[in-house]
């Protein structure tokens, strides 16, 4: 009986540092895990971003009045009003999250005053001129946008005005957030947004060749990260969310199929949760911007015509 004590005993102590070990490993790896996006995320938000190129509205051939505007949060927004003489509608044009700066959309503020839209270019938080030290990854921006619209209903000759915003890349994800979550915005065009921040999350760690299992195990802990970054009241602003607020309000969501900074899956997954009515252009090859001249948007007609077409339709009374 002894004998099989002992043995029962050493099985016993075997089993338990078996089990001990087994804990240690699976703390380790939550560890890893827990730790993997403020060590990624890190250097990509927690900074203001001063951007090399600014542009001028008198590159463009334009006047702009330069405003300083005022979130709820407590944070002053840089921006820059376009007129237009008897506007159609106001545009909201919005960048993305580290370039480039807002006014290389000063062409596109051009055009579109050209077609009778007066507009408002804005940097978000942390960057350019606005205040903040946190890029909040389409979270938190949808109040500067807020700021926008509030600055608008309060000039006469703009109040009553259909309001349109027009995002690029996060700015594009910032602008699907924000009519989701501003009744008062009228439509939306959006070029090359991500889906949510924890699906690009995953997307560049394959790129990078992470195993798919350890990319799809990282996205909670993502999601975790930016709860814990942001508030927990941003946990359902993000653009495959918000786009089911869009309701009956006219909006052009567009993606490249090759695009080698937001997939394409973002839009795929974007548009399984929009309403039937929105309209999509699809453009072959990778481009990000969708426009081959940025800058000057008339010189690429393809594109030019698409968005002017869109706000004729939708905007052009």
Do not use: C
Not at 273 to 298: C, K, N
């Amino acid at each position: 009986m002894k004998v099989i004590n002992t043995k029962d005993r050493r099985r016993r102590r075997s089993r338990r540092i078996l089990f001990g070990i087994l804990v240690l490993l699976v703390l380790a790896l939550l560890g890893v895990l827990v730790a993997i996006p403020p060590l990624v995320m890190g250097d990509m938000i927690n900074l203001h971003v001063q951007f090399g190129t600014i542009y001028k509205a008198e590159d463009f051939g334009l006047e702009a009045r330069e405003l300083t505007l005022q979130t709820t949060d407590g944070y002053s927004i840089s921006a820059f009003e376009v007129e237009a003489q008897d506007p159609k509608g106001m545009i909201i044009f919005i960048s993305g999250i580290h370039n480039p700066s807002v006014t290389a959309l000063f062409g596109h503020a051009r055009m579109f005053r050209e077609h009778g839209y007066a507009s408002v270019l804005y940097d978000m938080r942390a960057h350019g001129k606005s205040e903040g030290d946190v890029i909040s990854l389409g979270h938190l921006e949808p109040l500067d946008t807020k700021a926008v619209v509030d600055y608008i209903k309060t000039r006469e000759s703009y109040k009553d005005l259909p309001i349109v915003v027009y995002g690029l890349s996060m700015g594009g994800a910032v602008a699907i957030n924000s009519i989701g979550q501003t009744p008062e915005i009228s439509g939306l065009v959006s070029i090359s947004a991500y889906s949510s921040w924890e699906d690009v999350f995953m997307e560049n760690m394959l790129a990078m060749g992470a195993p798919a299992l350890l990319a799809r195990i990282q996205r909670p802990f993502v999601k975790l990260y930016t709860l814990y970054k942001f508030g927990i009241k941003t946990a359902n602003i993000y653009p495959k969310k918000q786009i089911q607020n869009l309701m009956d309000r006219p909006a052009l969501i567009m993606h490249s199929t090759g695009d080698s900074q937001v997939h394409f899956a973002n839009f795929e997954r974007i548009m399984e949760e929009a309403p039937e009515h929105v309209e999509t252009w699809i453009r072959q090859g990778d481009h990000h911007m969708m426009s081959t001249d940025f800058l000057y948007p008339e010189n690429d007609p393809e594109y030019a015509q698409r968005v002017l077409d869109f706000f004729a339709q939708n905007f052009g009374s």
